[in-house]
């Protein structure tokens, strides 16, 4: 079973700058991506920003040029940069990992960090 937890979320001022952090409990294997994605109250879960362990990533339209996801797979953890954040930014963010099985594909995710942008 592999366990997310992740750290890095708090308050800031629009503008600034946040650093996520999300380490697996073990090495992963099969594992397809690990991402980023963030949920406002009453929405569904949108990606953020997702990376495989060959350095390939796919962010959303609006945080293009903003956010920078990377990994270290030596520890088995991913990060997500956020500079110049904007309100609109505050959610919960949560981490994700998808891992390749004979049956298709599982999905764990952390617990979800909270991060607030104030104008």
């Known amino acids: 079973q592999v366990q997310l937890v992740e750290s890095g979320g708090g308050l800031v001022q629009a503008g600034g700058s946040l650093r996520l952090s999300c380490a697996a409990s073990?090495?992963?294997?099969?594992?397809?991506?690990m991402g980023w994605y963030r949920q406002a109250p009453g929405k569904q879960r949108e990606l953020v920003a997702a990376?495989?362990?060959?350095?390939?990533?796919n962010y959303a339209d609006s945080v293009k040029g903003r956010f920078t996801i990377s990994m270290d797979n030596a520890k088995n953890t991913v990060y997500l940069q956020m500079n110049n954040l904007k309100p609109e930014d505050t959610v919960v963010y949560y981490c994700?990992?998808?891992?390749?099985?004979?049956?298709?594909?599982?999905?764990?995710w952390g617990q979800g960090t909270q991060v607030t942008v104030s104008s």
């Open positions: 994700n990992a998808a891992v390749v099985t004979p049956s298709g594909v599982t999905n764990y």
């Open positions: 073990t090495y992963i294997n099969n594992l397809s991506a």
């Open positions: 990376i495989t362990r060959g350095g390939s990533t």
